[in-house]
């Protein structure tokens, strides 16, 4: 599922209890917010997928404030320490729960320099083993 237009069925056919959509595939924050109003009548709660770290958290995070059927957002906390090195400052996180900033925008920056040394060439077949 990706755009708000997929969800309609899925809805409609009450087969789902919650959805998963993910920021950064869906649309962006404004179409994550859309499938989550969409959701909210028919009593199914979203949980916001990551799988592509600290931004796409951050974004997800933000819709997650403003959304009363939230479930929980969606990310895998052994890789915060990992993104501590790309991002600055690194979101607050504690007692379980991701706690907003005062900062701009997402609440935080790329160092784009530290994102470079965890470059990799998408068509080095040596990573495909591994599902990269």
Known sequence: MFTRWDYIPIF????????????AWCGGIS?????????????V???????????????GF???????NL???????IWFED???????MFDYHDGAIWPS?????GLELDHEAVKQFAVDPWDLKLRRFGL
Do not use: N
Request: glycine content about 4%; proline content about 11%.
């Open 12 to 23: 409609e056919q009450r087969l789902v209890d919650y959805v998963m959509p993910d920021v």
């Open 31 to 43: 179409e994550l917010r859309r499938i989550g109003a969409m959701a909210e009548p028919y009593y």
């Open 45 to 59: 709660r979203i949980s916001p997928h990551d799988a592509l770290g600290p931004v796409s958290i951050m974004a």
């Open 62 to 68: 933000h819709v997650c404030m403003t959304t009363p």
């Open 71 to 77: 479930y929980r957002q969606e990310c895998v906390h």
């Open 83 to 89: 993104f501590k090195k790309i991002v600055k400052p």
């Open 102 to 106: 005062e900062r701009p925008g997402l």
